[in-house]
């Protein structure tokens, strides 16, 4: 470059072929860490494939947990009004009963009814709808000796089916997983009336129900593998479990190794 005044050089430089072939690879690696940086640490990998699955889980955990606590201030504005009328004389001391205790005697008695009701549906629709449960002829029936125990725990309950009772009931302890007894296809997902899940998982002619899950974590027409887990279990709550082959009951005691 050379002065416009006294025609003489600035300065200079020279650029050979080596000398541009490493700038532009230096100018790509340093464009190619930038976005990578950009895609881990910002919200913009969440557009990306792959990803919109763990945003809509996190989604989901996240307004649950505001729910939960939208409960807890609620049932706390409610004990701080109680504080306040019980200060300024308004109630007698002897009238004011727990709202955790009034929470759960209504709730026991609602669950009272309804789980009479949903045992008397459940048991019908079991009588009527066994048989068309066989949606999936590509699956083949498997030996039922060679189920997968569904869930670790004690079993508290044996299955009666003299007296209509199909399902032998496991007590368990809180985040045990519940798994798949064999290969099979998730046929039915539904929120039972005591906050729980039940699931039926159909392996050809095989069918076993799941009642009384905390948690599922596999969706209505999902393949599942023998021992994969499909739910978790609470500390509140026993998992029942039935097994019907072509529309006959098999005792789990019988054909699963506890």
């Known amino acids: 470059m050379l002065d416009d005044l006294t025609l003489r050089e600035v300065f200079h430089f020279r650029v050979s072929l080596i000398g541009a072939i490493s700038i532009i690879t230096i100018f790509f690696i340093a464009l190619i860490v930038l976005l990578s940086v950009l895609i881990v640490y910002t919200p913009i990998r969440n557009i990306l494939p792959g990803y919109s699955a763990s945003l809509r889980q996190q989604l989901i955990e996240e307004s649950a947990r505001v729910d939960s606590l939208q409960a807890d201030l609620t049932l706390q504005r409610q004990y701080l009004d109680v504080i306040k009328q019980l200060a300024a004389g308004d ?13 759960r005697v209504e709730r026991a008695e ?16 079991e009588l009527k709808e066994r048989d068309r449960l066989l949606l999936y002829d590509n699956i083949t029936t498997r030996d039922v000796r060679q189920l997968y125990r569904p869930v670790r725990g004690v079993i508290i309950q044996s299955a009666d089916p003299d007296k209509h009772r199909y399902a032998v009931t496991v007590h368990t302890v809180r985040n045990e997983n519940v798994m798949a007894t064999t290969r099979g296809i998730i046929v039915s997902v539904e929120r039972l009336a005591d ?23 596999k969706a209505q027409g999902a393949s599942v ?5 499909i739910g978790l279990m609470d500390s509140t709550h026993d998992l029942q479990i039935e097994l019907w082959d072509a529309g006959r009951f098999v005792n789990p005691e019988e054909v699963i190794v506890w």
Not at 110 to 125: G, P, R, V, W
Not at 200 to 212: A, D, K, M, N
Not at 225 to 229: A, D, F, L, Q, S
């Open 91 to 103: 109630i007698q001391t002897d009238s004011v009963q727990s709202l955790d205790s009034l929470q």
């Open 110 to 125: 609602i669950l009272a009814m309804n789980n009479e009701n949903t045992d008397a549906f459940l048991a019908q629709y």
């Open 195 to 217: 906050d729980t899940w039940g699931m039926i998982l159909q392996h050809g002619e095989f069918v076993t129900i799941y009642r009384h899950m905390a948690k599922v974590l």
């Open 225 to 229: 593998e023998k021992g994969e887990t």
